[in-house]
T-cell receptor, first 114, second 111 residues
Framework: EAGVVQSPRYKIIEKKQPVAFWCNPI?????LYWYRQNLGQGPELLIR????????DSQLPKDRFSAERLKGVDSTLKIQPAELGDSAVYLC????????????FGPGTRLTVT | DAKTTQPTSMDCAEGRAANLPCNHS???????VYWYRQIHSQGPQYIIH???NNETNEMASLIITEDRKSSTLILPHATLRDTAVYYC????????????FGKGMKLTVNP
């Protein structure tokens, strides 16, 4: 069984530029999460989807961040424009609602904003 | 905010048991104790979870005190590949709510 796939693995951009991250969850997983992990910290939730509906986006900085999960499968997280403080690892995770004790994480995208 | 406290770091000799402590004195009756770990440059990985009984799987054992205010994750025979940041998390089992991570504890397994 393929795990959670994320791309790109690394991204370096200049501040004020846009950037997008892509996530393909495990097949059949209807819940998808985006977390952000700053250096030396644990991951923090940005947004959670149940199928195509965003059910928890309270921690998503909506002035510059946006996300979508069309058709309830893969998802894209976008930052526009990026700021220096956005440098972090962006992690995608998925789970099946019926057995949600385990979240499966992708390898993450490491973003560096210069 | 994370509802658990863990030491910042711990060392263990390869082949020995690693005992990772966690305090969760404010845990609610419906909250489970979860352990995840994160190996360098990878996403977090689920290890084990429990409510009040001790649990064991192929990766580890989880010992929860009778008052449920603390727990210990045991890696019976630590290997170099167990070097990682270990996160102790409390949350309800049901539903798909977020995981609230703290800073975790860095375990270094030495040869």
């Amino acid at each position: 069984e393929a795990g959670v796939v994320q791309s790109p693995r690394y991204k370096i951009i200049e501040k004020k530029q846009p950037v997008a991250f892509w996530c393909n969850p495990i097949s059949g997983h209807n819940t998808l999460y985006w977390y952000r992990q700053n250096l030396g910290q644990g991951p923090e939730l940005l947004i959670r989807y149940e199928n195509e509906e965003a059910v928890d986006d309270s921690q998503l900085p909506k002035d510059r961040f946006s996300a979508e999960r069309l058709k309830g499968v893969d998802s894209t997280l976008k930052i526009q424009p990026a700021e220096l403080g956005d440098s972090a690892v962006y992690l995608c995770a998925s789970t099946h609602r019926g057995s949600s004790y385990e979240q499966y994480f992708g390898p993450g995208t490491r973003l560096t904003v210069t | 905010d994370a509802k658990t406290t863990q030491p910042t770091s711990m060392d263990c000799a390869e082949g020995r048991a690693a005992n990772l402590p966690c305090n969760h004195s404010t845990i609610s009756g419906n909250e489970y104790v979860y352990w995840y770990r994160q190996i360098h440059s990878q996403g977090p990985q689920y290890i084990i979870h429990g409510l009040k009984n001790n649990e064991t799987n192929e990766m580890a054992s989880l010992i929860i005190t009778e008052d449920r205010k603390s727990s210990t994750l045991i890696l019976p025979h630590a290997t170099l590949r167990d070097t990682a940041v270990y996160y102790c998390i409390v949350r309800p089992q049901g539903g798909s709510e977020k995981l609230v991570f703290g800073k975790g504890m860095k375990l270094t397994v030495n040869p």
